[in-house]
């Protein structure tokens, strides 16, 4: 798929990973709607913002029926919208924690890719074939090494990267007969402002474990391997770690 002009849908793409595949995706002559809870500058020739809960139907619906009005078509969606909340499942002090925490994460990170995925899939089916791979589109999910090597605290996290691991085949053998692709890619220690804001020990005990190369990953990295996904058609089905060879220890 050329992804010069076609029309992407990036969730959280006001900040982090998915700002920085919004900047990619624009820099290689895509169309792009950001949908996020935080307010980001896009409204332009080739963006545009749609304010959008991604765990709420309603809220992605007319978001996407905004995307269309606008440019026509969705060809391509990433799931970048997520949390990454740290929490043992018994406190220091033998307090289990609230059911309603574990559900939130899995709600946001889980519930909401897959409400978004489905919604865009929707629109993708209307699309004519393209190019000798006869696709109709692609939407590429964000997992994370976490759903490998959960760390201690990371219950919540790692089960709902794990899930969005395990959705990558059945959903692209769901989506086969249509020419939609679908794909992951489980990020590992990347150099968002989130991580970036940490005290310098901090970041370089997480370096510590990294193989090659000896830094954060480059969010830009993030978005150019959606771009070659894009241009990839053979590549479907899969998850793909974006770490540095890093292997995560318990803590």
């Known amino acids: 798929m050329d992804v010069k002009d076609k029309v992407v849908i990036v969730t959280g793409g006001a900040s982090g990973l998915g700002q920085a595949t919004t900047e ?16 980001a500058e896009a409204n332009n020739d ?32 990433v799931n970048c919208a997520g949390i990454a909340p740290a929490q043992k499942i018994l406190d220091r002090d033998g307090k ?16 909401g890719t897959f409400n978004v995925a489905r919604l865009a899939a929707e629109q993708m089916a209307k699309n004519d074939p393209i190019g000798e791979a ?37 959903m692209a053998r769901d989506m086969a007969k249509l020419g939609i692709r679908v794909n992951a890619i489980a990020p590992g220690i990347m150099g968002t402002p989130m991580l970036l804001g ?13 193989q090659f190369p000896k830094r954060m990953g480059l969010p ?21 770690r974006l770490d540095g060879a890093i292997r995560m220890q318990p803590r």
């Open 96 to 111: 289990a924690m609230p059911l309603e925490d574990f559900a939130k994460g899995i709600n946001i990170n889980l519930v």
């Open 134 to 170: 006869k696709e109709r589109g692609l939407i590429v999910n964000t997992a994370s090494v976490a759903a490998y090597e959960g760390q201690m605290g990371q219950c919540t996290y790692a089960a709902s990267k794990g899930a969005i691991v395990s959705l990558s085949l059945p």
């Open 24 to 39: 990619t995706l624009l820099e290689a002559g895509a169309k792009v709607a950001i949908f996020d809870l935080n307010d």
């Open 220 to 240: 830009e990295e993030y978005g150019k391997l959606v771009v070659h996904m894009m241009e990839n058609a053979y590549i479907n089905g899969e998850c793909i």
């Open 198 to 210: 940490m005290p310098e020990n901090v970041q370089e005990s997480l370096v510590a474990n990294i």
């Open 46 to 77: 080739n963006t545009l913002f749609c304010k959008a809960d991604v765990t709420d139907a309603q809220s992605v619906e007319n978001a996407v029926a905004n995307t269309v009005e606008k440019f026509g078509a969705v060809h391509v969606c």
